[in-house]
Nanobody, 115 residues
Framework: QVQLVESGGGLVQAGGSLKLSCAAI????????MGWYRQVPGQQRGMVAS???????NYAASVKGRFTITRDNAKNTVDLQMHSLKPEDTGTYYC?????????WGKGTLVTVSS
């Protein structure tokens, strides 16, 4: 069972920056995809950014050019650096880990961007 431990998040003014970090522990697989999803009340969880173990990154259109996802395969960590934050970036951010058809989720960390 893969366990994901998240850190970061909090309250920031519009235009500010935040960094989210996630560490995967237990039963780590060499080939996997890690990423971040965002959920707001009443809406489905949506992909913000993902990155493969081969360092191929993918971003939601709304965050391209503002967010950067990176990973450290040796440490099994993934970071999401967020710049130029907007109020619409507000939500609970979940770390995600996929190996094959299996999905694992962190507990979520709240990001609030004030206008």
């Amino acid at each position: 069972q893969v366990q994901l431990v998240e850190s970061g998040g909090g309250l920031v003014q519009a235009g500010g920056s935040l960094k989210l970090s996630c560490a995967a522990i237990r039963r780590i697989f060499t080939i996997n995809v890690m990423g971040w999803y965002r959920q707001v009340p009443g809406q489905q969880r949506g992909m913000v950014a993902s990155i493969t173990s081969g360092d191929v990154a993918n971003y939601a259109a709304s965050v391209k050019g503002r967010f950067t996802i990176t990973r450290d395969n040796a440490k099994n960590t993934v970071d999401l650096q967020m710049h130029s934050l907007k109020p619409e970036d507000t939500g609970t951010y979940y770390c995600h880990y996929r190996v094959g058809a299996m999905d694992y989720w962190g507990k979520g960390t709240l990001v609030t961007v004030s206008s």
